[in-house]
């Protein structure tokens, strides 16, 4: 690539570093994407993993010239794990992001819903004229399909 640019008034001009870094950086996804906001959180989220992905590729592909070379790859090494530690942490959080509110369903919180719900079928059943034994048919029916609820209740 050359260094030698056309002003806009057409005279030629050697292009400088600043100028160069200028251009880079105005082109660079992530600062647009945080200049704009044009983006949601977890949008931003995904381009910073993957200029993160990109940095650590190449962090790999630093080691495997250094190790070919017959250079000590331990910095690189070091680097790429914390990195990597990073790089999990986010996406760790871009999970909880997506997730804003997760159902504690030990929560006294949500065991107090799930009782006014239990108590709401049995009042239904009650003014329907369902007689008591039936009932209790109904709710232990449902403790025993409910066994393994709270497994069926993470993936929610």
Do not use: C, H
């Not at 050697?14 to 992530?30: M, P, Q, V, W």
């Not at 995904?46 to 250094?66: P, T």
């Not at 986010?90 to 159902?103: A, G, H, N, R, S």
Request: charged fraction near 35%; hydrophobic fraction near 40%.
């Amino acid at each position: 690539m050359s260094n030698i640019v056309k002003n806009e008034d057409g005279t030629i001009a050697l292009k400088t570093d600043d100028e160069k870094r200028s251009k880079f950086i105005a082109a660079d996804a992530i600062l647009d994407a945080l200049k704009n906001r044009d983006k949601s959180d977890a949008e931003l989220i995904d381009i910073i993993l993957a200029e993160i992905g990109e940095e650590l590729a190449n962090l790999k592909y630093e080691r495997q010239l250094a190790s070919e070379r017959g250079r000590s790859t331990a910095d690189i090494n070091i680097s790429r794990v914390e990195a990597l530690r990073k790089l999990i942490d986010m996406i760790i959080k871009k999970k909880t992001l997506l997730v804003k509110d997760p159902i504690d369903i030990k929560s006294p919180r949500f065991q107090k819903i799930l009782q006014i719900w239990v108590d709401y079928f049995y009042s239904a059943m009650k003014k329907s004229g369902i007689p008591d034994e039936m009932i209790d048919i109904v709710f232990r029916n449902m403790r025993n399909n409910m066994i393994d609820w709270e497994k069926e209740m993470k993936s929610v």
